[in-house]
């Protein structure tokens, strides 16, 4: 690889990934700081409890595209300069997660990583997506917890990588594993006041319904 182009992997989907969707849409559109009410989370979920399931669909189908935007940009010019591009599209997608969760434009205050992690299994493979996102539907159907669908979605996400190379659907990518165990690790950690929550009992149910009072929506 090109030293240069792996810098440039870094930068650049760090600063793609920084662009944190749930605050530029709460302040352009609701004119407020979605990480002042609720969970203080700055995520899709957070935002469709707080604004409702508009803006959290905005929010959801933003943060995905902007990780899918920088993990394509480095797959075609990665392919283009000397054939590494899927090891340059891991890259930009570490630093693409990392940039959502610690966000440099939003004073590295940001969201728990669940929808660019939708974004890094697609990107991964189709069907590691549809896995992950099917496992993720199941859970949250069942307890009405979006913290548990979320870590459990996360925890698929490398091991439906493995389970399916181990099956030879594909041949495992050595970027690709390290670029799903990073990001289903850092989903699971990001989550570890849940997991609190979640041990003591505390933990609420998600509503799509829109909270008209902010400051007491439940904590995700």
């Known amino acids: 690889m090109t030293w240069w182009m792996i810098v440039l992997s870094v930068v650049i989907g760090y600063l793609i990934g920084s662009l944190s969707m749930s605050v530029i849409v709460s302040g352009l559109i609701y004119k407020g700081d979605v990480r002042k009410y609720g969970s203080g989370n700055a995520g899709a979920t957070n935002m469709a409890r707080v604004y409702g399931w508009k803006g959290g669909l905005v929010v959801l189908i933003g943060d995905i595209a902007k990780a899918i935007l920088a993990m394509v ?8 300069l000397d054939g590494r591009g899927v090891d340059y599209m891991c890259i930009a997608g570490v630093a693409c997660t990392l940039g959502h969760a610690f966000p440099i434009f939003f004073k590295f205050k940001g969201g728990k990583c669940v929808t660019v992690g939708a974004a890094v299994a697609l990107m991964v493979d189709w069907r590691v997506f549809l896995i992950v996102v099917g496992a993720f539907l199941i859970v949250v159907l069942i307890t009405k917890i979006v913290s548990i669908s979320s870590i459990t979605a996360a925890f698929f996400l490398p091991v439906s990588y493995v389970v399916l190379g181990v099956l030879s659907v594909y041949e495992i990518c050595t970027a690709k594993l390290i670029l799903t165990i ?17 041990c003591k009992g505390e933990e609420k149910k998600f509503s799509f319904k829109k909270n008209t009072d902010k400051k007491s929506a439940d904590e995700h």
């Open 182 to 198: 990073f990001v289903g690790v850092l989903v699971i950690v990001l989550h570890y006041k849940n997991i609190i929550r979640l």
């Open 73 to 80: 940009l480095f797959l075609v010019l990665g392919d283009k």
